[in-house]
């Protein structure tokens, strides 16, 4: 059977060369590269559905660790999803493996490459009728016959199947499921309910696969496996949650296809990210000073635990050196909760305990010396001095700026003269209340839009665009979208923004000739770090801190350790 482990994302990327980032495509995005395949390539597409198949049945052999005598249920509509799912069986009985095929229709209502594999499948039933049986559902009400005493698998308290492979609907899907479809959707719900896994094939039956937005009943998956690349609703929540771990396919479409169907979505790949950090690494002969100093300017009265988070997130990134600088009367407690490799410095502040605009001078000074400014953690936004502060530092900085929490609340609505350059670049790290007072939205706009919200406002503003929450979206100044896949609901807690504030801040200095690829690792790393520590100690307790406990493990599993072993002197 499955898995048990906590396992929040997975992807097994079976494309031949390597991927800077995987491009997410609409159904018509994907409709015009099967089409050019063939058109230019020669590649027919019965071939396209035969490497769909042996894709979907690797995967699920993968996952149930074998085949031979296991026993399978295969829910097929009449399109091509049901012919990929028809192919699908036809290699599951291959590899000895007992298949009851339920078709939603009439064979003779088949058409085309769907149709061809169909008879195939019909071929093997008459043949082999007790090893591979194939029943036909013209109506709901006979869907419920068949789906009673005639498959002795399907009762959830009765013969267990070892999965269920759902083929009902492909990318076309615009309207809910109903009638019978609704039906075959409940059943399979049913029958997971009962432990039966379900794999979903190229996108859960019920959604649409261009929006995000739930629009029916649909079919919870815990494995789905997609084809050539994914679609948005397997990337963006709420949609994507319905389809469990992710498995993205290449069935022979080459690459150039993919990059030139005009897609501005991208799914962040774990390639990406290895390859990011091996970039970045420290030579054998580095110092402290070579591999990035950072400012954090954070915390307030009150406040000094955003201060201490965003230092820790910086440090453990593994960049050379850490300055908090804060609120002179927070001095002290940072201080004394910090780490000791951190520095601290006191700024000049208002009554309230906040930083205050006569600070201004000594930031920019501090600034000048670091490779990067972070502001914005526990920093206090009520007083008119305090964001007078934000704005003079933003204004005045030579460095590259993450800015966050009360660094963007000091700057909301945000003001059309702010805005980044290749030279200064600006990195907002939002949740989305505060991207709803940065751009004059409302908070659900927000959280229903987010991908179209951070593009707009990041291509207007030439800034890069961290929209935190589930699958945190990070949008790029040339309009390009990245869709975040690790994280988990256990890091809805505070002071996680805070660690990603430093985390982004440490990897810029460490290679700040390429702000996006270090906000882009930054962003995942940090939700690495979440899910190991989510299997560690569940999604209930975990706190920001445990996020940073886990951030060396996050940067061991995402291949950002030497490769070659540290040098030792021996002797015999």
Not at 92 to 104: E, F, K, M, S, V
Not at 248 to 254: E, K, L, M, Q
Request: proline share 5%; glycine share 12%; aromatic share 4%.
């Amino acid at each position: 059977m499955f898995d048990s482990s906590l396992s929040l994302t997975l992807y097994s990327l079976s494309r031949l060369s390597y991927h800077r980032h995987v491009k997410v495509l609409t159904s018509a995005q994907m409709r015009e590269v099967d089409r050019l395949t063939t058109e230019r390539y020669g590649i027919p597409g019965l071939q396209l559905m035969e490497n769909a198949a042996i894709a979907v049945v690797d995967s699920i052999e993968k996952r149930l660790g074998g085949l031979q005598g296991k026993r399978g249920i295969v829910l097929c509509g009449k399109g091509n999803n049901g012919g990929d799912g028809a192919a699908a069986a036809r290699h599951l009985h291959l590899r000895g493996a007992r298949i009851d095929l339920i078709l939603l229709g009439k064979l003779e209502d088949t058409r085309g490459d769907a149709h061809r594999n169909f008879e195939l499948v019909q071929a093997i039933s008459s043949e082999q009728g007790d090893r591979f049986i194939l029943v036909e559902a013209h109506g709901d009400q006979e869907f419920g016959r068949i789906a009673g005493p005639e498959l002795p698998g399907d009762k959830p308290d009765g013969v267990n199947y070892d999965f269920a492979l759902d083929a009902i609907f492909g990318t076309g899907l615009a309207r809910p499921a109903s009638g019978l479809f609704e039906r075959a959707i409940d059943f399979l719900m049913k029958l997971r309910s009962a432990g039966t896994p379900v794999i979903a094939v190229d996108i859960p039956s019920g959604l649409a696969s261009d929006s995000s937005d739930l629009i029916g009943p649909a079919v919870q998956a815990d494995l789905t496996v997609t084809f050539t690349a994914p679609k948005p609703a397997n990337v963006l929540p709420p949609a994507c949650h319905c389809g469990g771990d992710l498995v993205v396919s290449s069935i022979g479409s080459p690459d150039d296809l993919i990059n030139e169907a005009g897609s501005g979505l991208n799914l962040v790949d774990p390639q990406m990210i290895r390859a990011w950090l091996s970039r970045s690494r420290r030579g054998p002969d580095a110092n402290k000073g070579d591999v990035g100093k950072v400012l954090i300017v954070a915390g307030s009265r009150g406040k000094t635990g955003a201060a201490c988070l965003s230092g820790l997130g910086a440090l453990r990134s593994g960049t050379g050196l850490v300055t908090v600088a804060t609120a002179a009367s927070s001095q002290p407690v940072v201080a004394s909760q910090l780490a000791v490799e951190c520095m601290t410095e006191p700024l000049r502040e208002t009554e309230s305990g906040s930083v205050s605009l006569d600070a201004l001078g000594s930031v920019i000074e501090l600034a000048n010396q670091r490779d990067v400014l972070a502001i914005g953690p526990g920093l206090g936004a009520s007083s008119d001095s305090t964001r007078e502060f934000v704005r003079g530092v933003v204004l005045n900085r030579s460095v590259p700026a993450v800015l966050d929490a009360d660094g963007l609340n000091s700057l909301a609505p945000w003001d059309k003269s702010l805005k980044g350059t290749p030279d200064l670049p600006m990195i907002l790290t939002p949740h989305p209340g505060e991207m709803a007072r940065l751009a004059g939205e409302t908070i659900p706009h927000v959280v229903s839009r987010r991908v179209e919200i951070a593009r707009r406002f990041a291509v207007q503003h030439s800034v890069i665009v961290v929209l935190k929450g589930s699958r945190t979206t990070i949008a790029a100044t040339d309009g390009q979208v990245y869709i975040n896949p690790t994280g988990n609901s256990g890091m809805a807690t505070g002071g996680t923004g805070d660690v990603l504030t430093g985390i982004v801040a440490g990897l810029l200095a460490q290679k700040p000739d390429d702000p996006l690829g270090a906000t882009i690792a930054a962003v995942y790393i940090h939700g690495l770090a979440g899910d190991i520590a989510a299997r560690r100690l569940g999604t209930r307790a975990m706190i920001a801190s445990d996020i940073i406990a886990a951030l060396g493990e996050a940067f061991i599993q995402a291949g950002g350790e030497q490769e070659r072993p540290i040098q030792r002197y021996l002797t015999r």
